[in-house]
């Protein structure tokens, strides 16, 4: 199946050059000026992946980022910025971006890093696939694996497909320490080829959700130099900090 692929950016030029670029490359690229109408466009085209200016007259792309996440739309963004400043990165990849790319960059760049969201999230759908088990309780929360959902109080919790998997990974590996590399390894599979620091922002997302205070998490601790470690019962880990 042809990926297909949504760019919004004001930048005439730039859209054309990777519109150009990329039809090359075998995929389907549609565009659009602005992101004002972002939410209607994709009402009537639903792409595999969007890439998104920052900064953009009117509503600029972190608006629009959030708009799409508050609305439970979890298609995958890949933002473009030309700021210098880590603010921007960080900000975006808290509202749920799923990367970054600083302009100029290389078009082929920006396939790579498609390239990668889209194995990333695939992966992420597989190994969130419906199973056969009783939930799971911890704390005040109870995971369903075969509908997929978050209970906190009896009451559902938004998870996206790649915080679900993530969970799951966690649950079904209590009390035992998960180094990064085995995180990334059993999200994304063995060829995974990205930064180990990438899964601190996914642990922190997911803590958000779970924790009532993320800066003191409960259920998923940091072991200091080693990684992460899953406590169901939420007390203090003996070698967390």
């Given at each position: 199946m042809?990926t297909q692929?949504?760019?919004?950016d004001d930048?005439?030029?730039l859209?054309d050059?990777?519109r150009?670029?990329?039809?090359?490359?075998?995929?389907?690229?549609?565009?659009?000026?602005d992101a004002?109408?972002?939410?209607?466009r994709?009402?009537r085209?639903?792409?595999?992946?969007?890439?998104?200016?920052?900064?953009?007259?009117?509503v600029d792309?972190?608006?629009?980022?959030?708009r799409?996440?508050?609305s439970g739309?979890d298609?995958?963004v890949?933002?473009?910025t030309?700021?210098?400043?880590?603010?921007?990165?960080?900000?975006?990849?808290?509202?749920?971006?799923d990367?970054?790319?600083?302009?100029?960059f290389n078009?082929?760049?920006?396939?790579?890093?498609?390239?990668?969201?889209?194995?990333?999230?695939?992966?992420?759908?597989t190994a969130?696939?419906?199973?056969q088990?009783?939930?799971?309780?911890?704390?005040?929360?109870?995971?369903?694996?075969q509908?997929r959902?978050?209970?906190h109080?009896?009451k559902?919790v938004?998870?996206?497909?790649?915080e679900?998997?993530?969970?799951?990974?966690?649950?079904n590996h209590?009390?035992?320490?998960?180094?990064r590399?085995?995180l990334?390894?059993?999200l994304?599979g063995?060829?995974?080829d990205?930064t180990?620091r990438g899964i601190?922002?996914q642990?922190?997302?997911?803590?958000?959700?779970?924790?009532t205070d993320?800066?003191?998490p409960?259920f998923?601790?940091?072991v200091r130099?080693?990684?992460?470690?899953?406590?169901?019962?939420?007390e203090?880990?003996?070698?967390s900090?």
């Amino acid at each position: 199946m042809t990926t297909q692929i949504l760019v919004v950016d004001d930048d005439a030029e730039l859209r054309d050059l990777l519109r150009e670029y990329l039809v090359r490359q075998g995929i389907e690229v549609s565009v659009l000026h602005d992101a004002a109408t972002l939410e209607r466009r994709l009402e009537r085209e639903r792409p595999d992946l969007i890439v998104l200016d920052l900064m953009m007259p009117g509503v600029d792309g972190l608006t629009a980022l959030r708009r799409l996440r508050a609305s439970g739309d979890d298609i995958p963004v890949i933002m473009l910025t030309a700021r210098a400043d880590d603010i921007d990165r960080i900000v975006g990849l808290e509202l749920g971006a799923d990367d970054y790319l600083g302009k100029p960059f290389n078009p082929r760049e920006l396939l790579a890093r498609v390239q990668a969201v889209l194995r990333r999230r695939q992966t992420s759908v597989t190994a969130a696939a419906p199973e056969q088990r009783e939930p799971f309780v911890f704390g005040r929360f109870s995971l369903d694996f075969q509908a997929r959902m978050l209970d906190h109080d009896g009451k559902p919790v938004v998870l996206s497909g790649s915080e679900f998997a993530l969970l799951k990974i966690f649950v079904n590996h209590p009390m035992r320490t998960l180094t990064r590399e085995r995180l990334l390894e059993l999200l994304h599979g063995p060829e995974y080829d990205g930064t180990d620091r990438g899964i601190d922002v996914q642990v922190w997302r997911l803590r958000r959700i779970l924790e009532t205070d993320p800066a003191l998490p409960r259920f998923i601790q940091t072991v200091r130099g080693r990684g992460y470690v899953f406590v169901p019962n939420g007390e203090q880990h003996a070698t967390s900090g």
